[in-house]
C-alpha cells in the first residue's frame, strides 16, 4: 500500500513538473482566430506611418523585434526594440495579451504581430493591439540599428585576426548589413555581423557589443526548447 502511494504521488510529482516545464518551453502565443496571411511585414516606423492613412478598417502589421522589458504593472508588460528606437510599445500595448512566459529572456528574438484600430465614435486609427507572437533564432536582423556599447572594432573580416578597417564609437549606431556566423567572445555567444557605420564605414564586428546592453546579462531564448 506504502509503494503505490509512493508511486501514485511521483506520478502526480512528474505531472507537475511536465506542465511548469510545459508553460518554461513556450515559444510561441497567439489570440483564438489568428491568421497569419493578413499580417504585413513593417518595420515600427513603417506600419505606425502607414496606420494613419486611415480606411475605417484595422491595419494588421508583423515586425522583428527583442523584447527589452519583463516587468508586473496591472497585467504583463513587456517593451519591444527594434530600429534603435525603445518607444514603439508600451504596457498599454501588450498587458492584455497573457501568453508571454514570465521567464523569457531579455533581448530574445521575437517577432510581433498586432494591428490598428480605431475606438468607438471615433473617425481615426488611434489605438494598437499584439495579436501574436513567436521566438525566432536570428541574432541580428539585417536593415536595423543597433547601439555599440563600447568602442568596437570593425574588422575587414569575420575574424579576430581580420585587419581593422574601423571603429563604432560607443553609444553610436550601425546598420546591419550580413549575418555571419555564430561564436563566442568573451564569454558571450552571438554572431558576426557585417556593418555600415553613421559615417558610412563597412566592416565586420562582434554583434554582441551591438546591443542596448542588455542581451548577454541572459542568455536570449530560440525557438527551440529551453536549454538548447
Known amino acids: 500500500m506504502f509503494r503505490k502511494q509512493i508511486g501514485f504521488i511521483a506520478v502526480l510529482f512528474s505531472l507537475a513538473c511536465m506542465s ?37 478598417e484595422p491595419k494588421y502589421f508583423k515586425t522583428k523585434c527583442h523584447i527589452i522589458e519583463n516587468t508586473q504593472y496591472y497585467g504583463y508588460v513587456l517593451g ?18 497573457h501568453s508571454f512566459p514570465k521567464d523569457i529572456s531579455m533581448f530574445t528574438s521575437v517577432e510581433i504581430y498586432y494591428h ?30 543597433y547601439k555599440a556599447t563600447g568602442n568596437l572594432r570593425i574588422r575587414e573580416s569575420p575574424s579576430l585576426q581580420a585587419g581593422q578597417v574601423g571603429r563604432i564609437p560607443q553609444g553610436e549606431y550601425a546598420t546591419i548589413l550580413e549575418v555571419g556566423e555564430k561564436t563566442a567572445i568573451d564569454g558571450i555567444e552571438s554572431a558576426w555581423v557585417k556593418v555600415r557605420t553613421q559615417s558610412g564605414k563597412e566592416g565586420w564586428c562582434f554583434a554582441g557589443y551591438l546591443t542596448d546592453g542588455t542581451e548577454y546579462r541572459e542568455k536570449p531564448w530560440t525557438s527551440g526548447k529551453a536549454g538548447e
Open 20 to 56: 511548469l516545464f510545459a508553460e518554461s518551453d513556450e515559444r510561441s502565443g497567439f489570440v483564438d482566430g489568428f491568421d497569419e496571411t493578413k499580417y504585413k511585414e513593417a518595420t515600427f516606423e513603417e506600419a505606425t506611418r502607414e496606420s494613419k492613412n486611415w480606411t475605417g
Open 116 to 145: 490598428y484600430f480605431a475606438y468607438a465614435g471615433s473617425y481615426q486609427c488611434n489605438g494598437k493591439e499584439i495579436d501574436g507572437w513567436k521566438v525566432l533564432d536570428d541574432v541580428r536582423f539585417v536593415g536595423q540599428r
Open 80 to 97: 519591444f526594440y527594434s530600429d534603435a528606437d525603445r518607444k514603439d510599445f508600451n504596457h498599454d500595448d501588450t498587458k492584455y495579451l
